[in-house]
């Protein structure tokens, strides 16, 4: 199975690995796992940290791409069937967060499992989300 990871997920991987679950965890270190992050995740992280919601210490985004790829985690694009069909993703009033819902579409677009601690994201199992913390 494949894994994609959350925007949170990525940057507790790279910097505060005791805030993940022993399960995240185990499949992020999992030699036979392929893990990925997704653009939407850099772009994400890019537009709160020009906003100033978000401060990252020890690296420079702009090195996040290496970063990711030394790490032994794949990046994947945003493609065209996920964004003209990312409209059937239900809009739930209780999480409408773009950048997650992205995710999440990717995720059951992709047939991957997700790695989120987002208590929200539960919402979508019942649309083929597989959530996983």
Same mark, same amino acid.
């Given at each position: 199975?494949?894994? /994609?990871?959350?925007? $949170?997920? &990525?940057?507790?991987?790279?910097?505060?690995?005791?805030? +993940?679950? =022993?399960?995240?965890?185990? *499949?992020?270190?999992?030699?036979?796992?392929?893990?990925?992050?997704?653009?939407?995740?850099?772009?994400? /992280?890019?537009?709160? $940290?020009? &906003?100033?919601?978000?401060?990252?210490?020890?690296?420079? +985004?702009? =090195?996040?791409?290496?970063? *990711?790829?030394?790490?032994?985690?794949?990046?994947?694009?945003?493609?065209?069937?996920?964004?003209?069909?990312?409209?059937?993703?239900?809009?739930?009033?209780?999480?409408?967060?773009?950048?997650?819902?992205?995710?999440?579409?990717?995720?059951?677009?992709?047939?991957?499992?997700?790695?989120?601690?987002?208590?929200?994201?539960?919402?979508?199992?019942?649309?083929?989300?597989?959530?996983?913390?």
């Amino acid at each position: 199975m494949s894994y /994609l990871m959350d925007t $949170h997920v &990525l940057l507790w991987f790279l910097m505060s690995t005791e805030k +993940l679950s =022993d399960r995240a965890l185990e *499949v992020l270190t999992d030699a036979h796992t392929d893990v990925y992050v997704s653009t939407v995740s850099f772009w994400e /992280l890019s537009l709160k $940290h020009a &906003l100033g919601k978000l401060s990252i210490e020890g690296f420079e +985004l702009d =090195d996040l791409e290496e970063i *990711v790829c030394e790490a032994g985690v794949g990046i994947i694009g945003l493609n065209e069937r996920e964004s003209s069909s990312f409209h059937r993703l239900p809009l739930h009033a209780a999480h409408r967060d773009p950048f997650d819902r992205m995710l999440i579409w990717q995720a059951i677009k992709r047939d991957m499992g997700l790695l989120s601690n987002d208590q929200h994201f539960a919402l979508y199992r019942s649309y083929g989300l597989r959530l996983v913390w």
